[in-house]
């Protein structure tokens, strides 16, 4: 019943994403970079948009054939009715819209806005609905692994390569530009930080697609002779012991401990690879790309916005998957976030000043005392952002936690007998003596 709730949800996802990328076309303002070369087309010709777009799908989809070859796998088939049903709703939403006609640029320009949003949370539908992707992604993720470029990048390629041929073909067809204006640019921007603020409002409905239910109570609880359910969140700065905190009070508590085997389990479940998890994880590659990058906002990469956002929304499910089994401590990943509806969660955050984390980083990592002080930089900096992006909240703020501990004053021991206490006071949890 899952895998139909699933689907359902992405066909009405799939919907609102064609109304709104037809408003947008509507407003007379340009396309989105995926749909300028079929609109350009659509205009010359008597071909209805939406069956242009499925040319193009065709085209892709033919592509990923020549690149993957033997790798082109049964599941990548699904392409082919998803566009086809794509096509029929851009088709069904141009006929719904055709009684608009914007006379004036401030009509335009609020069209374009209205249609920014309305795709915006079609897309966050489709995140959401985790099933399929359509060929205008799924070419770029091809060339993208063929290349072995960064995907950002290579979208970035496609996406313009598009435009400019809908320009060129405009220019031979009309003798100017049409199809390809401001609007254009707006949506690229807007469309991917709507989604993000519709993403993380509307999280309750994944409760809905997995259990049929919006019930914010855990649906699986499993209890061990010792623990009552509880889930110990710990968020930390590099270098200060986070992992071994977090490790040792596992070993104390008698419980499951989640690190980094999310590297190596959600590849299984998610097809992400390996090696794009652990360059990726709690970490957004480029942050004024995939802030301004030119996306194919009609569907998701590898079922989301883009691979970044694939990878978070992975590892969320897993996170989810792993606290609703019973008692456990997760390090990072925004779990405290993610959890933030579950009951029984302990959230800690562990810090240190820069001479314990150049310490460690140095001793136990391997790292010289310069390339030190700049991996720790960088490495909470980029912590601090996924979280941002991901939960719109302040990653240090220590309002969001029930601990925020030092570690450089305290001491690992410390910090982690502390995280007891307050497991055993306020939860009831007993801790593994022997």
Known sequence: MEVLRRYLFFIVGLFVNSFGICLIIKGDLGSSPISSLPY??????????????FILNLFLIAGQIIMQKKDFNKREWLQLPVSVVFGIFIDASMFMLSWIEPHNYFHKFSLLIIGCIILGLGVSMEVIANV???????????????????????????????????????????????????????????????ARIFNRHLAFIDKWLINGTFSTKQETHIETNTNSGLIITIAREYGSG??????????????????????????????????????????????????????????????????????????????RKLANQGPCVIVGRCADYVLRDFPNVLRVFI?????????????EYGETEDSAIQKIKSTD???????????????????????????????????????????????????NNS
């Open 132 to 194: 399929v992707m359509l060929s205008g992604e799924a070419f770029v993720r091809s060339l993208s692994q063929t290349t072995r470029k960064e995907f950002g990048i290579v979208k970035i390629f496609f996406d313009t390569s598009l435009m400019v041929l809908a320009c060129i073909a405009s220019l031979i067809m009309f003798g100017s530009i049409l199809g390809v204006r401001e609007g254009t640019v707006v949506a690229a921007l807007l469309v991917g930080f709507v």
């Open 40 to 53: 350009t087309f659509s205009m010359k010709f008597p071909i209805s948009l939406g069956t242009l777009t």
């Open 242 to 319: 986070g992992h071994e905190i977090g490790m040792k009070v596992a070993q104390k508590l008698n419980i499951p401990f989640y690190d980094r085997e999310f590297i190596e389990n959600i590849p299984m479940d998610e097809h992400i690879s390996r090696d794009f998890a652990q360059k990726h994880e709690q970490n957004i590659s480029n942050p004024l790309l995939y802030e301004m990058i030119l996306q194919d906002f009609s569907v998701p990469i590898e079922k989301s916005l883009s691979a970044d956002d694939h990878l978070f929304v992975a590892q969320s499910r897993m996170i």
């Open 351 to 363: 810090h240190a000043d820069l001479e314990f984390k150049l310490k460690k980083a140095c001793e």
């Open 381 to 431: 900096n980029s912590r601090a952002l996924h979280y941002k992006t991901y939960t719109g909240n302040d990653w240090r703020d220590a309002s969001r936690y029930d601990l925020c501990l030092c570690s450089s004053e305290i001491g690992i021991s410390g910090c982690c007998e502390i995280i007891e206490a307050m497991a055993k006071q306020k939860y009831g949890i007993k801790a």
